[in-house]
T-cell receptor
C-alpha cells in the first residue's frame, strides 16, 4: 500500500450541499493531484497542487476548488453538489516537479442524493 | 488534444494464456506511459511504466512496449492467473504534463 491516505472513506450528501474531502500525501511528496472516477470509467483529472499553488486544472467547473497546506496535505471542496458528482474521488501524490510516478490514496466514495 | 484511447474495453482470456491491452495517445511530446491495475473497490496501483527513451520494459510476467512513431503503447501479461482479473488503465501526460487516463479495460481470467 502507498503512504497516501484520504478521509472520509464514504460520504452521503444531498444535492446543493457542499463537501470537503481530505488527502495526506506520501512522505516527501510535494505534489498532489485530484481525480474523479465515475462508475466504470477511468479517473478524470480535476486539478493539481504543487507547493500550495494550483498547478493545472482539468475540465471541471469552478465549484470544484482545492487547497494545499504547508505539510503538502490537500483538500478538495465541491460546492452546490449535483447528482452527477457522485463518484470515487482519488488523490495521488508525486515526488515533485519533473516526476511522473503517482501513488494513489484509497479514495472517498461520494454519493449525492 | 489530450486523448488517451484504450482498447478493448473488456477482455476475457483463458488462464495461462496471454493478454494484450493497447493504448494510443495524441500528444507527440508525451514521454511517460504508466499502466495501473485497479481491483474492485481498491485504489489504482502502478504496475509498470515506460519512458520514451526505451521501446520495451519487462517485469516478470508483465511487459510494456512503446511505438513513439505510431503513438501507441501496449501492456502484455503472459501466463495469466486468476489474480490478474481487474481493470487496467493506461495513462500519458498531456501538453500541460498532467497524467490523463484511458477509460480502462476489464480483464477476466477464465478458469
Amino acid at each position: 500500500e502507498t503512504g497516501v491516505t484520504q478521509s472520509p472513506t464514504h460520504l452521503i450528501k444531498t444535492r446543493g450541499q457542499q463537501v470537503t474531502l481530505r488527502c495526506s500525501s506520501q512522505s516527501g511528496h510535494n505534489t498532489v493531484s485530484w481525480y474523479q472516477q465515475a462508475l466504470g470509467q477511468g479517473p478524470q483529472f480535476i486539478f493539481q497542487y504543487y507547493r500550495e499553488e494550483e498547478n493545472g486544472r482539468g475540465n471541471f467547473p469552478p465549484r470544484f476548488s482545492g487547497l494545499q497546506f504547508p505539510n503538502y496535505s490537500s483538500e478538495l471542496n465541491v460546492n452546490a453538489l449535483e447528482l452527477d458528482d457522485s463518484a470515487l474521488y482519488l488523490c495521488a501524490s508525486t515526488l515533485g516537479q519533473g516526476a511522473y510516478e503517482q501513488y494513489f490514496g484509497p479514495g472517498t466514495r461520494l454519493t449525492v442524493t | 488534444g489530450e486523448n488517451v484511447e484504450q482498447h478493448p474495453s473488456t477482455l476475457s482470456v483463458q488462464e495461462g494464456d496471454s493478454a494484450v491491452i493497447k493504448c494510443t495517445y495524441s500528444d507527440s511530446a508525451s514521454n511517460y506511459f504508466p499502466w495501473y491495475k485497479q481491483e474492485l473497490g481498491k485504489r489504482p496501483q502502478l504496475i509498470i511504466d515506460i519512458r520514451s527513451n526505451v521501446g520495451e520494459k519487462k517485469d516478470q510476467r508483465i511487459a510494456v512496449t512503446l511505438n513513439k512513431t505510431a503513438k501507441h503503447f501496449s501492456l502484455h501479461i503472459t501466463e495469466t492467473q486468476p489474480e490478474d482479473s481487474a481493470v487496467y488503465f493506461c495513462a500519458a501526460p498531456n501538453r500541460d504534463d498532467k497524467i490523463i487516463f484511458g477509460k480502462g479495460t476489464r480483464l477476466h481470467i477464465l478458469p
